[in-house]
């Protein structure tokens, strides 16, 4: 059962890979459109001289050929000339931003997720009003507040860069942003789950176990809708990156397909964002399945 599960599981990833790639290609190509249509138009480049161009960057094939195109290349590990960076490999480039951008997101979402495991186990399940009201504040609050200090402070340094310190101030920005989440979506989860778990802490009461004790069996109770959670608002951020990065000046991903749309450079822009949302696709797909293979009432869970 399990087996058959994971096989599913990773059909039903590599489908949703390819449709997030096939609708990054086509917004790429359609919104950007062809950056080197308006050249020569002045004499300064021959028409030819732009075609061949066109045909190097693969802008003059029809859409749905360049789509094919498009997911081939990605699947044989080539994404494709970028027009910005001078012809350097557009995959090669997106998988350098996604080293940088993806430890730092998956740690400050573990921090967080143990943080907010943390606060329950040892203060309670009940989520003081201005810890709820600081899970409304967007991840580029803080980014937009760190940046603005750091020309006053000098941390992080203010210019772009994947540093040490722009990674923390990263890392923070991102905890800052997901752990108030974090601890309302737990909280929730526990006591959602109150009435199944009545009986235990009634029971673990009139032995005399103590609260932290008892609050800390109620979290693992709800460790595998939590994990699902957690890793959907990984992906959130994940997918939020290309504002939370430039604002920050980290030179990761985000900050990648930012400087792609903002140059028009269609392919590039298609295959960081095709990471990206692949990647936060994929985050939320291990939650989902992670839940059903930690819930021991599933038939996941069963199985093991």
Known sequence: MRGRRLLAAAAEALAGVLLVAAVSYLAARVGLGNPLAGLGEAGALPG???RGLEEVYGLREPLLRGLAGYLYSLIHGVGGPSLYYGGADSLHLA????????PVVAAASLASAVAAAAWVVGVGDSVPAPIRGLGFLP?????????????????PEPVPCSCASKALAYFLVVFAAMWPRMLHTLSSLIRDAG???????????AMGLGEPRIRARL???????????AALLAGMVLERSAVLE???????AGSLLFTAVANADPVLAATVFTLLGGAAYLAASAGKLLEQLL??????????
Do not use: H, I, K, N
């Not at 430039?246 to 990761?252: D, F, H, I, N, V």
């Open 48 to 50: 030819a001289a732009r």
């Open 95 to 102: 998988l350098m931003g996604m080293a940088r951008t993806l």
């Open 139 to 155: 991840g580029y609050f803080y980014a937009a507040l760190l940046a603005a200090s750091s020309w006053a402070t000098g941390w």
């Open 195 to 205: 009435g199944d778990m009545a009986g235990y802490v009634l029971a673990a009461r």
């Open 219 to 229: 979290v693992r109770a709800a460790a595998a809708p939590f994990a699902a959670q």
């Open 246 to 252: 430039p604002l920050l000046g980290y030179t990761g």
């Open 295 to 304: 819930d021991p009432r599933t038939a996941g869970g069963a199985a093991a």
